[in-house]
């Protein structure tokens, strides 16, 4: 009886959360990446940390984008070994589509103002340097 009360719960519970989708597929998630990582160098990867963008996954429908990354002491060149530190995300709002993450029509799509302006406000609230 507790296992059919469990599975009862389990679906009731299921059935109210939104669906989580990933609606970019791996080459434009790749180009979402490449667009945020082209920008680290001059804006959040400045300083004493090396910055790792692992994935980017968003549901166009709750207009919802969630980016991985993580970060490491940078170490001296040559030295590839970095102690990344635990992955931290970001959540990229009222993103309803790819074109507005990035710029696609380019050769190199380059990420837009809104989305910058969210993941720069959200690496500064948890960069290693505020969360000592």
Known sequence: MRTLFGWVLILGVSMQLPVLADDLCRRDEKRV???IDQICGDTWCE?????QFRRI???YTLGTCVLEYRTAPWK???DEDY????N???????VNSLDQLI???QVAASLREGPYEQI????????PRHTH
């Open 47 to 51: 300083g004493d940390y090396n910055f």
């Open 76 to 78: 001296s060149a040559g």
């Open 103 to 105: 710029r696609a029509d």
């Open 33 to 35: 990446l490449f667009a």
């Open 83 to 86: 102690d990344w530190g635990k």
């Open 57 to 59: 996954r968003c549901n």
């Open 120 to 127: 720069t406000t959200c690496i500064d609230h948890l960069s």
């Open 88 to 94: 931290r995300i970001c959540v990229i709002r009222n």
